[in-house]
Nanobody, 116 residues
Framework: VQLVESGGGLVQAGGSLRLSCAASGDIASINALGWYRQAPGKQRELVAEITSAGRPNYADSVKGRFTISRDNAKNTVFLQMNNLKPEDTAVYYC???????????WGQGTQVTVSS
């Protein structure tokens, strides 16, 4: 599975960005798609994930501000980020959960920078 992210950039606090992640390859092996982020000096953390049935799960820090969605016809997952804060600054990675047999696949990451 190959994952290609897009949509990162620089935005002022309170602004919005929409990230996209297009998946290709063995799509049928994907159980869930998610977004993780890693800020400098910090561990990578889950931001949001969505199952193949469309059930979302969010980190507490982004609940009410971020929305994850997926377009199964286009094999794409989106992350709508509203009311961005400087602490949201990080490299955001798309991840495909392919179960215990195939493991995980990761995108190359896209930078999100929120200025105060």
């Amino acid at each position: 599975v190959q994952l290609v992210e897009s949509g990162g950039g620089l935005v002022q606090a309170g602004g919005s960005l929409r990230l996209s992640c297009a998946a290709s390859g063995d799509i049928a092996s994907i159980n869930a798609l998610g977004w993780y982020r890693q800020a400098p000096g910090k561990q990578r953390e889950l931001v949001a994930e969505i199952t193949s049935a469309g059930r979302p799960n969010y980190a507490d820090s982004v609940k009410g501000r971020f929305t994850i969605s997926r377009d199964n016809a286009k094999n794409t997952v989106f992350l709508q980020m509203n009311n961005l804060k400087p602490e949201d600054t990080a490299v955001y990675y798309c991840q495909a959960d392919r179960g215990w047999i195939y493991g995980e696949s990761w995108g190359q990451g896209t930078q999100v920078t929120v200025s105060s």
